[in-house]
Protein backbone atom coordinates (compact mmCIF):
# COMPACT_ATOMS: atom_id res chain seq x y z
CA UNK A 1 0.00 0.00 0.00
CA UNK A 2 1.29 3.67 -0.92
CA UNK A 3 2.61 6.04 1.70
CA UNK A 4 -0.37 8.31 0.14
CA UNK A 5 -3.23 5.95 0.68
CA UNK A 6 -2.15 4.47 4.20
CA UNK A 7 -1.74 8.48 5.17
CA UNK A 8 -5.72 9.00 4.01
CA UNK A 9 -6.44 5.48 5.93
CA UNK A 10 -5.26 7.16 8.87
CA UNK A 11 -6.65 10.42 8.62
CA UNK A 12 -8.34 11.43 12.02
CA UNK A 13 -11.96 11.81 12.35
CA UNK A 14 -11.83 15.56 12.61
CA UNK A 15 -10.06 15.92 8.92
CA UNK A 16 -12.19 13.36 7.08
CA UNK A 17 -15.67 13.05 8.59
CA UNK A 18 -15.01 9.50 8.66
CA UNK A 19 -11.72 7.63 7.96
CA UNK A 20 -11.99 4.47 5.89
CA UNK A 21 -11.05 1.86 7.92
CA UNK A 22 -13.71 3.21 10.59
CA UNK A 23 -15.98 3.40 7.78
CA UNK A 24 -15.74 -0.55 7.19
CA UNK A 25 -16.24 -1.24 11.04
CA UNK A 26 -18.98 1.00 11.46
CA UNK A 27 -21.26 -0.43 8.77
CA UNK A 28 -19.45 -4.21 8.43
CA UNK A 29 -18.13 -3.45 5.23
CA UNK A 30 -15.61 -6.52 3.73
CA UNK A 31 -15.05 -6.99 0.47
CA UNK A 32 -13.72 -9.74 -1.68
CA UNK A 33 -9.90 -8.76 -2.59
CA UNK A 34 -7.79 -5.69 -2.16
CA UNK A 35 -8.08 -4.64 -5.14
CA UNK A 36 -11.30 -4.30 -4.70
CA UNK A 37 -10.82 -2.70 -0.89
CA UNK A 38 -8.53 0.05 -3.09
CA UNK A 39 -11.54 0.54 -5.68
CA UNK A 40 -13.98 1.47 -2.72
CA UNK A 41 -11.54 3.46 -0.85
CA UNK A 42 -11.22 5.30 -4.18
CA UNK A 43 -15.00 5.87 -4.40
CA UNK A 44 -14.97 6.63 -0.83
CA UNK A 45 -12.80 9.59 -0.99
CA UNK A 46 -14.49 10.91 -3.54
CA UNK A 47 -18.21 10.69 -1.75
CA UNK A 48 -16.29 12.84 1.18
CA UNK A 49 -15.08 15.37 -0.74
CA UNK A 50 -18.78 15.83 -2.79
CA UNK A 51 -20.35 15.84 0.81
CA UNK A 52 -17.59 18.49 1.56
CA UNK A 53 -18.57 20.43 -1.10
CA UNK A 54 -22.20 20.27 -0.64
CA UNK A 55 -21.95 21.08 2.96
CA UNK A 56 -20.00 24.56 1.68
CA UNK A 57 -22.89 26.30 0.13
CA UNK A 58 -25.52 25.50 2.77
CA UNK A 59 -26.71 26.98 6.28
CA UNK A 60 -24.91 25.27 9.27
CA UNK A 61 -29.20 24.06 9.25
CA UNK A 62 -29.13 22.58 6.04
CA UNK A 63 -25.61 20.95 6.15
CA UNK A 64 -26.29 19.32 9.37
CA UNK A 65 -28.63 16.49 7.78
CA UNK A 66 -25.51 15.05 5.59
CA UNK A 67 -23.01 13.12 6.80
CA UNK A 68 -20.93 9.61 5.92
CA UNK A 69 -23.67 6.56 5.28
CA UNK A 70 -23.19 2.68 4.54
CA UNK A 71 -24.08 3.99 0.57
CA UNK A 72 -20.23 6.04 0.72
CA UNK A 73 -18.29 3.10 -0.84
CA UNK A 74 -21.16 3.39 -4.03
CA UNK A 75 -20.75 5.41 -6.74
CA UNK A 76 -23.75 7.88 -7.77
CA UNK A 77 -24.60 5.15 -11.02
CA UNK A 78 -24.55 2.37 -8.14
CA UNK A 79 -26.88 3.71 -5.78
CA UNK A 80 -28.94 5.03 -8.44
CA UNK A 81 -29.53 1.41 -10.20
CA UNK A 82 -29.32 -0.46 -6.40
CA UNK A 83 -31.19 1.62 -4.06
CA UNK A 84 -34.02 3.43 -6.23
CA UNK A 85 -35.25 2.60 -9.71
CA UNK A 86 -38.52 4.10 -9.42
CA UNK A 87 -40.16 3.46 -13.43
CA UNK A 88 -43.55 4.86 -13.85
CA UNK A 89 -45.65 3.21 -16.05
CA UNK A 90 -47.24 6.56 -17.38
CA UNK A 91 -46.92 9.76 -16.61
CA UNK A 92 -51.04 10.17 -16.80
CA UNK A 93 -53.52 7.76 -15.18
CA UNK A 94 -56.95 7.25 -14.67
CA UNK A 95 -56.90 6.38 -10.89
CA UNK A 96 -59.59 8.16 -8.80
CA UNK A 97 -58.20 11.11 -6.53
CA UNK A 98 -59.94 10.69 -2.72
CA UNK A 99 -62.69 13.31 -2.03
CA UNK A 100 -60.56 14.71 1.19
CA UNK A 101 -62.89 18.11 1.76
CA UNK A 102 -62.00 18.28 5.76
CA UNK A 103 -58.52 19.50 6.62
CA UNK A 104 -56.85 17.96 10.00
CA UNK A 105 -56.83 19.32 13.36
CA UNK A 106 -54.25 17.00 14.60
CA UNK A 107 -51.06 18.13 15.75
CA UNK A 108 -48.71 15.11 15.26
CA UNK A 109 -49.09 11.43 13.49
CA UNK A 110 -46.83 8.33 13.59
CA UNK A 111 -48.56 5.21 12.53
CA UNK A 112 -45.28 3.31 13.12
CA UNK A 113 -45.88 4.21 16.62
CA UNK A 114 -48.94 3.60 16.75
CA UNK A 115 -48.66 -0.08 15.53
CA UNK A 116 -49.83 0.21 12.53
CA UNK A 117 -47.22 -0.87 10.04
CA UNK A 118 -44.82 -3.70 9.85
CA UNK A 119 -41.19 -3.27 11.10
CA UNK A 120 -38.25 -1.18 8.55
CA UNK A 121 -37.52 -3.36 5.89
CA UNK A 122 -34.36 -3.47 3.60
CA UNK A 123 -34.42 -3.79 -0.19
CA UNK A 124 -30.54 -4.28 -0.21
CA UNK A 125 -29.19 -4.64 -3.84
CA UNK A 126 -32.19 -3.95 -5.96
CA UNK A 127 -34.17 -1.88 -7.24
CA UNK A 128 -37.54 -3.16 -5.92
CA UNK A 129 -38.19 0.05 -3.87
CA UNK A 130 -41.80 0.63 -5.77
CA UNK A 131 -42.67 -2.92 -4.39
CA UNK A 132 -41.95 -2.17 -1.18
CA UNK A 133 -44.10 0.83 -0.99
CA UNK A 134 -47.27 -1.13 -2.25
CA UNK A 135 -46.37 -4.10 0.41
CA UNK A 136 -46.09 -1.19 3.15
CA UNK A 137 -49.36 0.41 2.20
CA UNK A 138 -51.17 -2.70 1.66
CA UNK A 139 -49.99 -4.17 4.99
CA UNK A 140 -50.85 -0.83 6.95
CA UNK A 141 -54.50 -0.53 5.31
CA UNK A 142 -55.22 -4.08 6.29
CA UNK A 143 -54.60 -3.70 9.56
CA UNK A 144 -56.38 -0.45 9.88
CA UNK A 145 -59.49 -2.22 8.24
CA UNK A 146 -59.64 -4.43 11.05
CA UNK A 147 -57.27 -7.32 10.43
CA UNK A 148 -54.23 -8.65 12.41
CA UNK A 149 -51.16 -6.89 11.38
CA UNK A 150 -49.48 -9.24 9.31
CA UNK A 151 -46.03 -9.04 7.11
CA UNK A 152 -46.88 -9.87 3.52
CA UNK A 153 -44.17 -10.95 0.50
CA UNK A 154 -42.72 -8.32 -1.22
CA UNK A 155 -40.70 -11.00 -2.91
CA UNK A 156 -44.21 -12.05 -4.72
CA UNK A 157 -45.17 -8.55 -6.16
CA UNK A 158 -41.11 -8.18 -7.55
CA UNK A 159 -40.52 -11.75 -9.30
CA UNK A 160 -44.53 -12.00 -10.26
CA UNK A 161 -45.81 -8.86 -11.63
CA UNK A 162 -45.27 -9.49 -15.24
CA UNK A 163 -45.84 -4.90 -16.16
CA UNK A 164 -43.16 -3.96 -13.98
CA UNK A 165 -39.13 -5.02 -13.79
CA UNK A 166 -37.86 -6.25 -10.83
CA UNK A 167 -34.88 -5.54 -9.29
CA UNK A 168 -35.06 -3.20 -12.39
CA UNK A 169 -38.06 -0.87 -11.31
CA UNK A 170 -41.49 -0.12 -10.97
CA UNK A 171 -44.43 1.76 -9.89
CA UNK A 172 -46.70 1.84 -7.28
CA UNK A 173 -49.85 1.93 -8.94
CA UNK A 174 -48.88 -1.27 -11.24
CA UNK A 175 -47.75 -3.38 -8.41
CA UNK A 176 -51.33 -2.56 -7.03
CA UNK A 177 -52.64 -3.91 -10.28
CA UNK A 178 -50.96 -7.02 -9.94
CA UNK A 179 -51.96 -7.74 -6.19
CA UNK A 180 -55.91 -7.35 -6.97
CA UNK A 181 -55.02 -9.76 -10.14
CA UNK A 182 -53.49 -12.50 -8.24
CA UNK A 183 -56.21 -12.04 -5.61
CA UNK A 184 -53.91 -11.40 -2.87
CA UNK A 185 -50.75 -11.96 -1.17
CA UNK A 186 -48.56 -14.67 0.77
CA UNK A 187 -46.99 -14.23 3.74
CA UNK A 188 -43.15 -13.15 3.80
CA UNK A 189 -42.64 -16.19 6.06
CA UNK A 190 -43.92 -18.44 3.28
CA UNK A 191 -42.40 -16.19 0.37
CA UNK A 192 -39.55 -14.50 1.96
CA UNK A 193 -37.53 -11.98 0.07
CA UNK A 194 -34.67 -13.13 -2.03
CA UNK A 195 -33.74 -10.69 -4.48
CA UNK A 196 -30.95 -8.48 -2.34
CA UNK A 197 -28.03 -9.31 -4.59
CA UNK A 198 -29.92 -7.64 -7.24
CA UNK A 199 -30.87 -10.30 -9.62
CA UNK A 200 -35.16 -10.96 -9.71
CA UNK A 201 -35.86 -14.15 -9.25
CA UNK A 202 -38.60 -16.76 -11.22
CA UNK A 203 -41.94 -16.24 -10.20
CA UNK A 204 -42.97 -19.50 -8.02
CA UNK A 205 -44.72 -22.28 -9.39
CA UNK A 206 -47.47 -22.04 -6.44
CA UNK A 207 -47.61 -20.33 -3.22
CA UNK A 208 -50.81 -19.76 -0.96
CA UNK A 209 -52.70 -16.45 -0.91
CA UNK A 210 -53.40 -15.92 2.40
CA UNK A 211 -55.20 -11.71 2.61
CA UNK A 212 -54.46 -8.67 1.44
CA UNK A 213 -56.95 -8.86 -1.28
CA UNK A 214 -56.85 -5.75 -2.50
CA UNK A 215 -60.30 -4.49 -4.31
CA UNK A 216 -59.39 -0.76 -5.66
CA UNK A 217 -56.38 2.20 -4.73
CA UNK A 218 -56.60 5.73 -5.03
CA UNK A 219 -54.77 8.92 -4.78
CA UNK A 220 -54.75 10.66 -1.37
CA UNK A 221 -53.59 14.01 -2.38
CA UNK A 222 -54.40 15.51 -6.07
CA UNK A 223 -50.96 14.05 -8.15
CA UNK A 224 -49.16 16.32 -10.15
CA UNK A 225 -47.94 14.86 -13.74
CA UNK A 226 -45.60 17.83 -14.53
CA UNK A 227 -42.09 18.86 -14.21
CA UNK A 228 -42.46 20.90 -11.19
CA UNK A 229 -44.77 20.84 -9.00
CA UNK A 230 -45.10 23.84 -6.82
CA UNK A 231 -48.64 23.87 -5.99
CA UNK A 232 -49.44 20.16 -4.61
CA UNK A 233 -52.24 20.42 -1.65
CA UNK A 234 -50.41 18.84 1.33
CA UNK A 235 -53.42 20.08 3.70
CA UNK A 236 -55.14 17.46 2.17
CA UNK A 237 -52.18 14.64 2.34
CA UNK A 238 -52.68 15.60 5.75
CA UNK A 239 -55.70 15.31 6.48
CA UNK A 240 -55.72 11.80 4.56
CA UNK A 241 -52.48 10.82 6.55
CA UNK A 242 -54.80 11.40 9.84
CA UNK A 243 -56.68 8.42 8.52
CA UNK A 244 -53.71 6.14 7.54
CA UNK A 245 -50.13 5.81 5.94
CA UNK A 246 -49.45 6.82 1.95
CA UNK A 247 -47.43 4.82 -0.86
CA UNK A 248 -45.19 7.71 -1.90
CA UNK A 249 -42.81 8.03 -4.89
CA UNK A 250 -39.97 10.78 -3.97
CA UNK A 251 -36.53 12.35 -5.37
CA UNK A 252 -34.18 10.38 -3.79
CA UNK A 253 -31.45 11.18 -5.13
CA UNK A 254 -29.16 13.02 -2.33
CA UNK A 255 -30.23 10.49 0.24
CA UNK A 256 -27.71 8.52 -0.03
CA UNK A 257 -26.06 11.39 2.21
CA UNK A 258 -28.60 12.27 4.89
CA UNK A 259 -27.85 10.89 8.79
CA UNK A 260 -30.98 12.45 10.56
CA UNK A 261 -32.91 15.56 11.39
CA UNK A 262 -35.13 17.43 8.85
CA UNK A 263 -34.22 17.91 5.16
CA UNK A 264 -35.64 20.76 2.96
CA UNK A 265 -36.68 21.34 -0.37
CA UNK A 266 -33.92 23.10 -1.39
CA UNK A 267 -31.33 20.52 -0.45
CA UNK A 268 -33.28 17.54 -1.77
CA UNK A 269 -33.91 18.85 -5.37
CA UNK A 270 -36.67 19.13 -8.11
CA UNK A 271 -39.67 17.99 -6.91
CA UNK A 272 -41.72 17.38 -9.99
CA UNK A 273 -43.29 14.14 -11.13
CA UNK A 274 -40.08 13.44 -13.90
CA UNK A 275 -37.69 13.60 -10.82
CA UNK A 276 -39.12 10.93 -8.89
CA UNK A 277 -37.05 7.82 -8.43
CA UNK A 278 -37.93 5.97 -4.70
CA UNK A 279 -41.08 4.86 -3.70
CA UNK A 280 -41.73 4.55 -0.11
CA UNK A 281 -43.98 4.95 2.82
CA UNK A 282 -45.19 8.37 4.28
CA UNK A 283 -46.26 7.20 7.76
CA UNK A 284 -46.52 10.43 9.38
CA UNK A 285 -45.78 14.26 10.12
CA UNK A 286 -45.10 16.78 13.13
CA UNK A 287 -47.08 19.66 12.10
CA UNK A 288 -45.43 21.53 16.20
CA UNK A 289 -42.19 20.86 15.94
CA UNK A 290 -39.72 24.26 15.15
CA UNK A 291 -39.59 23.20 11.70
CA UNK A 292 -42.94 21.09 10.44
CA UNK A 293 -41.88 17.95 9.08
CA UNK A 294 -43.52 15.00 7.63
CA UNK A 295 -41.90 11.22 8.51
CA UNK A 296 -40.96 8.58 5.98
CA UNK A 297 -40.12 5.29 6.39
CA UNK A 298 -37.58 3.91 3.98
CA UNK A 299 -36.83 0.14 2.67
CA UNK A 300 -32.81 0.77 3.52
CA UNK A 301 -33.31 -0.89 6.63
CA UNK A 302 -32.64 0.36 10.48
CA UNK A 303 -28.56 1.20 10.15
CA UNK A 304 -29.72 4.27 8.13
CA UNK A 305 -31.89 7.76 8.37
CA UNK A 306 -33.57 8.96 11.56
CA UNK A 307 -35.82 7.34 14.40
CA UNK A 308 -38.91 6.13 13.01
CA UNK A 309 -40.74 6.77 16.12
CA UNK A 310 -40.55 3.27 17.61
CA UNK A 311 -37.10 3.06 18.58
CA UNK A 312 -35.75 2.27 15.78
CA UNK A 313 -33.90 4.19 12.62
CA UNK A 314 -34.71 3.72 8.93
CA UNK A 315 -36.82 7.11 8.19
CA UNK A 316 -36.72 10.54 6.56
CA UNK A 317 -37.87 13.62 7.67
CA UNK A 318 -38.61 16.25 5.10
CA UNK A 319 -39.84 19.61 5.64
CA UNK A 320 -43.88 20.15 5.54
CA UNK A 321 -45.25 22.71 3.06
CA UNK A 322 -42.45 22.43 0.71
CA UNK A 323 -43.21 19.42 -1.40
CA UNK A 324 -39.72 18.66 -0.30
CA UNK A 325 -38.30 15.95 -2.53
CA UNK A 326 -41.94 15.62 -4.34
CA UNK A 327 -43.52 14.32 -1.30
CA UNK A 328 -47.10 14.99 -2.40
CA UNK A 329 -46.78 14.11 -6.28
CA UNK A 330 -47.89 10.69 -6.22
CA UNK A 331 -49.69 9.47 -2.66
CA UNK A 332 -51.72 6.52 -2.59
CA UNK A 333 -53.38 3.95 -0.76
CA UNK A 334 -55.51 0.90 -1.52
CA UNK A 335 -59.08 -0.47 0.07
CA UNK A 336 -60.15 -3.80 0.51
Sequence with gaps: MSKFLLALLLL????????????KLRFGKNYASIA???QRLDVFLMNLEELKETKAGLTKEQ???????????????EFKRSHLNYHPVAPARDVPVRNQTARSTKSAVNWMAAGATTAVKNQAYCGSCWAFSAVEQIESAWKLAGNPLTEFSTEQVVACDSVDAGCNGGDSPSAY???IEAGGLATEA???YSDGDGTTSKCAASFDVVGAGVKSYEYVATPCNSFRCTDTDEAMLQSSLDEAPASICVNAEKWNAYTGGVMDSSTCGKNGFYALDHCVQLVGYDSTAATPYWIVRNSW??????????????????????????VAVEAMTVGF
Design 190 to 192: AYP
Design 301 to 326: DTNWGSDCGNGGGGCIYLTMGENTCG
Design 12 to 23: PAAAAELTFQEF
Design 63 to 77: ASVFGVTKFFDETKE
Design 36 to 38: EDA
Design 177 to 179: DYV
